[in-house]
């Protein structure tokens, strides 16, 4: 069964970081687009940051930008996604996920077609 698994949430002070790891199991997505999003209770999954399959090109969301890095190693996974300065607003889920084949970045949830389960961040005040 092909699986994305995330890991590295927690509970953590307004301030403070977290850095957050996704891994695959049952297949490989070397090359592959990868991206984050997160969902807070009651809201839609919205797009954190995405990064290439080379890793060469990324794109973040604005209320994320100067505060969240994406990386991954040798085109493969992990995928990490390393968050400073947190803020309550942080606060949600967070899901790792694969784009369906295309070399650019995608923010819209329909542009990724495997998702792990997500993993809680709590940040607060």
């Known amino acids: 069964q092909v699986q994305l698994v995330e890991s590295g949430g927690g509970l953590v002070q307004a301030g403070g970081s977290l850095r957050l790891s996704c891994a695959a199991s049952?297949?490989?997505?070397?090359?592959?687009?990868m991206g984050w999003f997160r969902q807070a209770p009651g809201k839609d999954r919205d797009f954190v940051a995405a990064i290439t399959g080379s890793g060469g090109s990324t794109s973040y969301a604005d209320s994320v930008k100067g505060r969240f890095i994406i990386s991954r190693d040798n085109a493969d996974l992990p995928v990490y996604l390393q968050m400073d300065s947190l803020k309550p607003d942080d606060t949600a889920v967070y899901y790792c996920?694969?784009?369906?084949?295309?070399?650019?970045?995608?923010?819209?949830?329909?542009?990724?077609?495997?998702w792990g389960q997500g993993t809680q961040v709590t940040v607060s005040s």
């Open positions: 049952g297949r490989t997505f070397r090359g592959r687009v």
């Open positions: 996920a694969a784009r369906k084949y295309a070399s650019s970045t995608g923010r819209d949830v329909d542009d990724y077609d495997y």
